[in-house]
Nanobody, 122 residues
Framework: QVQLVESGGGLVQAGGSLRLSCAASGSRFRLNEMGWYRQAPGKQRELVAR???????NYADSAKGRFTISIDKPKNTVYLQMNSLKPEDTAVYYCKAAGTYSSSLVVEYLYWGQGTQVTVSS
C-alpha cells in the first residue's frame, strides 16, 4: 500500500553532518505526519523528530539545536538534516509516515521504513 524508501545514512566522524531522506509512495494515501525515530543497540526505539504536513515540528531534547526536520509535501518526502553529530547518535534511523485513506478518514494508518544505519566515530 505505502512504501517508505530511506537514504542518506552512513559513517561520519564526530562533528560531521548527514542528511537523511525518506520518500513515501502509495495510492490514495493522505499524509498527516512524517517523522524519524532511532534505535541504538540495547535501547528502545525513540523519537528523534517529527513534522506535520502543515510544517509543525518537534524534536527530542538530544536533537534540538543540531537536527532539523523538513517536509516536501508535493514529493511526500521528509528530510532530517543532522549536524554536529556525536557518537551517541549512532543508531538505526527509521522513517515513519502517518495518514489516512479517502475511504475512511477517521482511521489513521502508520507505516515504517526498513531503517538506515548512522554511525558516528569518535
Amino acid at each position: 500500500q505505502v512504501q517508505l524508501v530511506e537514504s542518506g545514512g552512513g559513517l561520519v566522524q564526530a562533528g560531521g553532518s548527514l542528511r537523511l531522506s525518506c520518500a513515501a509512495s502509495g495510492s490514495r494515501f493522505r499524509l498527516n505526519e512524517m517523522g524519524w525515530y532511532r534505535q541504538a543497540p540495547g535501547k528502545q526505539r525513540e523519537l528523534v523528530a517529527r513534522i506535520t504536513t502543515g510544517g509543525s515540528a518537534n524534536y527530542a531534547d538530544s536533537a534540538k539545536g543540531r537536527f532539523t526536520i523538513s517536509i516536501d509535501k508535493p514529493k511526500n518526502t521528509v528530510y532530517l538534516q543532522m549536524n554536529s553529530l556525536k557518537p551517541e547518535d549512532t543508531a538505526v534511523y527509521y522513517c515513519k509516515a502517518a495518514g489516512t485513506y479517502s475511504s475512511s478518514l477517521v482511521v489513521e494508518y502508520l507505516y515504517w521504513g526498513q531503517g538506515t544505519q548512522v554511525t558516528v566515530s569518535s
